[in-house]
């Protein structure tokens, strides 16, 4: 594997990046299929722009959902072709949560909240789905979901179940991803947020040092972060915006983004 293509990638991104090559260089060596944990959107364009670079390994990923933001990943060794990949190749499950709705006003964090007090790792849980009208839905590993039937009860004092059902039974999310092309004067953070949700600069900088905004699901704190593709921001009262390209600079030197957002009502 190239170094140098590492040097394009952020400093906090490294050891996800060894990862990458760790598994590719699994597939190439022992010549079978290698499963990845469940993967974000700026981690796939990362596993893809490596992928890319050599001849004799396939990437392809499924989070069962339509559009689901976490994936999981499977490296292709070259004699396996991509139409022979099924579904059970991921190893995944859906899981129907079953409440009485009049007592529990369910929300995913409340769901997410569950998992994690458990012992659940996020990696092990791919996305978690409502269609609006009191019904909600998971993906997890086979284990993972075993083990949430097996442990997870009650949502405080509230009876749940989680009940396996098939992958054609899947929720189909009511979200309305609206795509736009931005122009930025930088890559920094706020900047980014502020053209996105057309807000000052300075609105902008106090949501990301008040801790309002997360990168990829993590809290982010510095302004002055720069985003790249794949990038997905969760904005506090705004909305999620998630960076599909960057499409160079203008001749007035600003950047050409195109994004989709998800506004909050």
């Avoid at 991803?177 to 609105?203: G, H, K, M, P, Y």
Wanted: aromatic letters at 8%.
């Amino acid at each position: 594997m190239n170094s140098d293509l590492s040097q394009h990638f952020r400093s906090e991104e490294q050891p996800f990046v060894q990862q990458v090559q760790d598994w590719l260089m699994q597939c190439r060596q022992e010549y079978r299929m290698v499963l990845t944990p469940f993967l974000n959107p700026r981690e796939r364009f990362i596993v893809t722009t490596l992928t890319n670079r050599i001849d004799d390994v396939q990437f392809m990923a499924n989070g069962i959902f339509e559009n689901a933001e976490m994936q999981r990943g499977l490296f292709l060794p070259c004699y396996i072709s991509a139409d022979k990949v099924t579904l059970a190749d991921f190893d995944l499950q859906l899981l129907q949560i079953n409440y009485p709705h009049k007592f529990l006003e369910m929300q995913h964090r409340t769901i997410l909240g569950s998992l994690m007090h458990n012992g659940i790792e996020r990696k092990s849980v791919g996305d978690i789905v409502t269609d609006g009208a009191g019904q909600w839905q998971l993906v997890a590993t086979h284990v993972v979901a075993k083990y949430v039937q097996t442990h997870i009860e009650r949502f405080g004092k509230v009876p749940v179940q989680f009940e396996p059902i098939a992958p054609d039974l899947a929720i189909r999310a009511t979200l309305n991803w609206e795509l736009d092309d931005i122009l930025t004067s930088s890559l920094r953070l706020d900047t980014v947020i502020a053209n996105a949700f057309q807000l000052t600069r300075s609105q902008a900088k106090a949501l990301v040092e008040n801790g309002l905004v997360k990168l990829n699901w993590a809290v982010q704190k510095r302004a002055e972060f720069e985003v790249a593709a794949g990038d997905l921001i969760s904005t506090r009262g705004y909305g999620r915006l998630q960076v599909l390209s960057d499409n160079g600079l203008t001749r007035k030197d600003k950047h050409k983004l195109s994004v989709a957002k998800l506004k909050n009502r």
